[in-house]
């Protein structure tokens, strides 16, 4: 893309993100309302896919991004910085991550209908979810690079399967990453990496073949749809083996990751098994992984607390800079 092309596409985003052309939108979609009536996916209200009530409720429960990493059994193990180390972790301890909010009731129904069920409308409030939680973790420093390099931290969305991306229409985690990229809400020295890409269904059953034999139909179903069926009753063992090797480098990134940092960005923390995946392909090109972001995060075990942004801020960024203590 040439500089006048960039530049050109610079100026319709700021007209698209601009506050006329976005009062247009909204009158728009008032008229489409009458025309096809939506209902509030939270209480079931008429004339919206959030109502302003729950759109308040869905703000406030993904308002103080939190460390997450607690109970996620399928997570790297990783060195911790030293800022970060707690007494009981010797220095090692899960790769962290921070959330924006916990996955109840609120934020699942809003993410639900967000990624399964086409409701795009939503993306401006998932967004800024995403956009809190990215700020907290990566808080920036106007004027400074990444790396020694001058590069800044390369923010890797968790690949959408083709097969999802085709049912659906869209990527969820990379639609939110374009839309926080082009109204400049990014933090300031991170740029957006799409790097991370699923194997071909047929490579994955040839590996699966030459590790195990001829694989079962379980197998086979777990190894070209990973997860399928969901990951709860699965031990640790098995969590990871469902999406271990799934993953690759996309090719032209591959002698561009050495030393580059970078963090993993998805939509819901679990088990942990998918960015610990991520992870794995990006550390085996050299790549320096600071640790994952998520719009929402499971309830961790009992006795095992997430520590949130208000309560202890030193322990949410998972890049500091200097000067922040």
Request: charged share 20%; glycine share 12%; proline share 7%.
């Amino acid at each position: 893309m040439d500089s006048s092309t960039r530049a050109l596409f610079h100026r319709l985003d700021a007209v698209y993100f601009g506050r006329p052309y976005q009062r247009f939108a909204g009158a728009l979609r008032g008229f489409g309302t009458l025309v096809l009536p939506a209902s509030c996916v939270q209480c079931g209200a008429w004339d919206s896919s959030l109502c302003r009530g729950c759109l308040t409720r869905f703000r406030r429960a993904t308002a103080r991004p939190f460390r997450a990493e607690a109970g996620a059994e399928s997570l790297p193990d990783v060195r911790l910085q030293p800022d970060q180390v707690h007494p009981a972790d010797h220095g090692f301890g899960p790769l962290p991550v921070v959330a924006a909010g916990r996955y109840g009731p609120v934020v699942a129904r809003v993410l639900l209908a967000y990624k399964n069920h086409g409701h795009v409308d939503l993306a401006a409030a998932v967004a800024a979810a995403l956009a809190g939680a990215l700020h907290a973790a990566v808080p920036g420093a106007t004027g400074r690079s990444g790396d020694a390099a001058g590069r800044g931290v390369l923010l890797v969305p968790v690949p959408t399967r083709a097969s999802s991306r085709r049912r659906r229409g869209y990527d969820p985690v990379m639609l939110l990453l374009v839309r926080l990229q082009r109204s400049a809400s990014l933090p300031v020295d991170t740029v957006l990496g799409p790097v991370v890409r699923h194997r071909p269904w047929a490579a994955l059953v040839a590996r699966l073949a030459r590790r195990h034999g001829m694989p079962s139909a379980r197998e086979l179903r777990a190894a070209v749809l990973p997860g399928a069926g969901g990951q709860k009753g699965l031990g640790r063992r098995r969590r990871r083996s469902q999406v271990l090797g799934s993953m690759r480098i996309a090719a032209r990134a591959r002698h561009t990751l050495s030393g580059r940092e970078c963090v993993i960005v998805d939509d819901v923390l679990t088990t942990g098994a998918t960015i610990g995946e991520v992870h794995r392909v990006l550390v085996s090109c050299g790549a320096t992984v600071l640790g994952a972001v998520v719009i929402a995060a499971t309830a961790p075990p009992a006795g095992e607390t997430g520590r949130s942004l208000g309560a202890e801020p030193r322990d949410i960024p998972i890049r500091h800079l200097p000067g922040d203590g």
